[in-house]
């Protein structure tokens, strides 16, 4: 079954616990923590200080991107806090291979995310070693962005390779998910759609997640 990861980004930050809490009850599988440092993206969120605050608040993996130049100095510290799985841009990591072994050091999922315009097989040599690749479908930095469709075409050929060499990660897709994009990326090979806006701008939490994961198999 599709996992859907809702993206914090788009909650009501003062009440931020009882908005996790909200969506863990209503059948969200992750909770996806965007982490934005206004140099690699031009937006600043929040650090390990607040995934430690959010930590009691669910049960459930706390999936961790991280926007951020110099990820290897934060790993660490996102571990003490309490994540789960931790995913690092390609386009930031000259020493790939090795950021991932630090974050499997600290005994988390290691996920490796690209931008829109990097291609996809700048992964190829490391898809052995990752639990998951977080495929951007919007330029990452802010929500309430369109799907960009060209992105379609990197989830088909990672569902392709895995198929075809026995790679074990998961395809995530994040940017513009919502009832009309999420079929499209699911019939690409996608199992987890993080959407923000799509769940936390409707009234009824569980009754958005429960229409995108409709929506992504019908
Ligand atoms: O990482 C990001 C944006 O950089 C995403 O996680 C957004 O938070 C998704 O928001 P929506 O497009 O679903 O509103």
């Known amino acids: 079954m599709t996992k859907i990861a809702p ?3 788009a909650a009501d930050f003062s009440k931020l616990g009882d908005e996790i809490t909200d969506v863990t009850r209503g059948g969200a599988d992750y909770i996806h923590v965007d982490v934005m440092d206004g140099h690699f993206v031009p937006n600043i969120t929040l650090g390990p200080l607040i995934v430690e605050a959010i930590r009691p608040s669910t049960t459930l993996p706390l999936d961790v991107h ?3 130049e110099n990820p290897d100095t934060y790993i660490g510290a ?7 799985i931790i995913t690092v841009h390609q386009e930031v990591c000259p020493h790939l291979h090795r950021t991932i072994q630090l ?3 600290q005994d988390m999922k290691a996920g490796v995310v690209i931008n829109p315009a990097t291609p996809v097989e700048t992964l190829l040599p490391i898809l052995n070693d990752i639990d998951m690749v977080l495929i951007m479908t919007v330029n990452p930095g802010f929500g309430g962005q369109s799907f960009i469709k060209s992105t379609l075409a990197k989830i088909k050929q990672l569902d392709e390779w895995r198929k075809e060499f026995g790679y074990s990660y998961e395809i995530e897709v994040d940017g513009g ?3 009309s994009t999420a079929q499209i990326c699911t019939k690409a090979g996608a199992d987890i759609l993080v959407a923000g806006s799509a769940i936390f701008q409707k009234e009824d939490r569980p009754k958005a997640i429960q229409a995108i994961r409709d929506a992504a198999k019908e």
Not at 78 to 84: K, L, P, V, W
């Open 7 to 9: 993206s914090i980004l």
């Open 177 to 179: 998910i919502n009832t």
């Open 66 to 68: 991280l926007m951020i």
């Open 103 to 105: 974050i499997k050091d």
């Open 78 to 84: 996102f571990a003490n806090a309490g994540a789960d």
